[in-house]
């Protein structure tokens, strides 16, 4: 066997999670930043079952990355693995590992012709597809283990398919191994994204529209600065660029080509053959510069990258995980990383390293209630356009000092907002009718609930922060509310509820406190009194205290 020896937080890693398996926790999800031996600790759970003759299946997001994961395994010694797809050359069912596409999945599913396995890993499992409810809530596949990875497994809902997320390493422990390097930020331009819309994708995470964001960041002056830059700062590096449309990839690599600079072009249909021809042009340095649309974001390894042009705005912790993951990876030679963010992505969501703390747990699908936690993102020196850790006054890449450093603002992630006390009721207040209609209807759950007369009047007044002018709403604003004024009326009923219940907690805790206090009291004159009888000594006043 070729099995590479596991590093401390990869044994520890895979311990947990048979430790999970062992207390019932069939479903249990691995976080583990790229670069941080995925493969390995795959290989080493597929060896452990194979030791007790069980069959292993493993799910890949992508047909592309079949032979990618099969060369992988077979690079750790584990060469008795077939394929399911049709007409590939390792097709082979009677091997006791399979590997296969969800895409490939879904049809055996609809036919009736699910392979067997006693163990399934799941490869990028932040990746969602409608066969995985229907598969894993199956019957005859409940007692089945499941085990996700992926470096971002934050997808909404992935909780409620998966009981625990186990973290393997962070980023910044991994940097400290020389296992990733160390990364430096740089913010050149801060395109204008108020005009651009967003929308929900099919997992119900929000982000840009796309056709907006080519608008914005397809401009000859945007494009010109961006080939500029890589080249006062990056000339010398191996870097790839993403970019927010085909057109958008295309004409940076035009740009650079225009300015004597080696670039490529791939999207998604782009053949592996020709992306593997590109990958070996940028080791002979005949390329310098991949343009991609989002093909070098997931499962590609290419660690010689040590510069990450970022011209692809995005409100995505798991898109813009993903794609600067790709250049962290150490190397021979390789130091550091450069990210050159054209899109300010850093300044909406945060460093890399610390997005992960803003997801402790698997997301349970539920929709949050909870207010923002205001933080504290990234500032840019005024001199080199470095990012730099807020409150951090000397720039540690050219040394400028700002002598009047302003009070770092706390904003809400993603919006480049700063959170003000009553944000919350100005958000509503934009989505709800005017005053005198919002009283109507208030009125009218009020008069259908059969609440006391002045409870509509008090949510108006919760809402508009002041009481209508009227005693009753004018006839016609009488009407039922709109959804948003209902959620709003349940989520404020809720809070008041438990408002009224930690009040109560307080002061039946103040209660106990004071009866305690009054008992100790009671037992001190007592102890004195017989103290002073004769009925005690100083020895047993010693031991009761």
């Known amino acids: 066997m070729l099995m590479k020896t596991l590093r401390d937080d990869q044994a520890l890693a895979i311990d947990t999670l048979r430790e999970e398996l062992k207390a019932g926790g069939t479903r249990p999800v691995l976080q583990a930043p790229t670069g941080a031996g995925k493969t390995v600790i795959i290989a080493d759970i597929v060896d452990r079952a194979r030791q007790k003759d069980r069959k292993v299946l493993i799910t890949v997001p992508a047909i592309s990355l079949i032979d990618q994961t099969v060369e992988a395994l077979a690079n750790q010694g584990l060469n008795d693995v077939g394929v399911i797809q049709a007409q590939h050359p390792m097709t082979d069912w009677s091997r006791p590992v399979q590997v296969a596409s969800v895409q490939t999945l879904q049809h055996r599913w609809k036919e009736g012709q699910m392979p067997k396995a006693d163990l399934v890993l799941v490869d990028e499992v932040h990746r969602w597809f409608n066969v995985y409810p229907k598969w894993m809530l199956d019957k005859d596949w409940l007692a089945i283990p499941f085990i996700g990875f992926s470096a971002t497994p934050w997808t909404k809902g992935l909780g409620t398919l998966y009981s625990r997320l186990i973290v393997a390493s962070t980023i910044g422990e991994l940097i400290a191994r020389k ?11 801060t395109p204008d994204l108020s005009g651009v819309r967003q929308q929900k994708d099919t997992t119900g995470v929000t982000d840009f529209v796309a056709a907006d964001l080519e608008e914005v960041m397809r401009p000859k002056k945007l494009v010109a600065n961006i080939v500029k830059t890589w080249k006062e700062l990056a000339f ?46 940028m080791l002979r340095d005949e390329v310098r510069v991949v343009c991609n649309v989002e093909i070098v974001g997931i499962g590609v390894d290419w660690p010689e990258v040590s510069c990450v042009i970022y011209a692809r705005p995005t409100m995505s912790d798991m898109r813009f995980v993903q ?9 021979e030679g390789k130091t550091d990383l450069l990210i050159l963010d054209h899109s300010s992505t850093t300044q909406r969501l945060g460093f890399v390293d610390e997005i992960y703390g803003y997801h402790p747990v698997l997301d ?15 500032k840019e020196c005024p001199n080199c356009h470095l990012l730099k850790a807020p409150r951090v006054s000397v720039c540690p890449h050219c040394g400028h000092k700002v002598e009047e450093h302003a009070t770092p603002v ?36 009020g008069m259908k609930k059969g609440y006391k007369p002045g ?37 404020s009923t809720e809070k008041w509820k438990k408002e009224q219940n ?14 305690r206090a009054q008992r100790d009291e009671q037992i001190i004159a007592s102890v004195r009194t017989q103290f002073v009888d004769g009925l005690m000594t100083e020895e047993d006043m010693e031991e009761l205290s």
């Open 179 to 189: 296992v990733l390097v160390p990364f430096r930020t740089f913010a050149p331009d």
């Open 236 to 281: 010398d590096r191996p870097t790839v660029c993403f970019c927010c449309s085909r057109a958008h990839a295309k004409q940076l690599t035009e740009e650079f080509e225009s300015e004597g600079i080696g670039a490529a072009y791939m999207d998604c249909n782009t053949p592996l053959m020709e992306r593997q021809a590109i990958r070996r042009q």
């Open 323 to 331: 794609n600067i993951g790709r250049g962290l990876r150490s190397a």
């Open 364 to 378: 349970d699908g539920k929709s949050k209630t909870d207010k923002p936690v205001p933080i504290l993102l990234p």
């Open 410 to 445: 706390a904003v809400e992630r993603g919006t480049l907002r700063e959170i003000k006390q009553g944000d919350e009721m100005s958000d509503l207040r934009s989505r709800l009718p005017d005053k005198p209609h919002c009283f109507g209807q208030l009125y009218w759950w």
């Open 455 to 491: 409870w509509a009047a008090v949510k108006t007044k919760e809402i508009f922060g002041a009481f209508p002018r009227a005693r009753e709403p004018a006839p016609e604003t009488i009407s039922a509310p709109t959804p948003e004024l209902v959620e709003y009326i349940y989520l």
């Open 502 to 515: 930690n009040a109560k907690r307080a002061v039946a805790r103040r209660r106990t406190a004071q009866e």
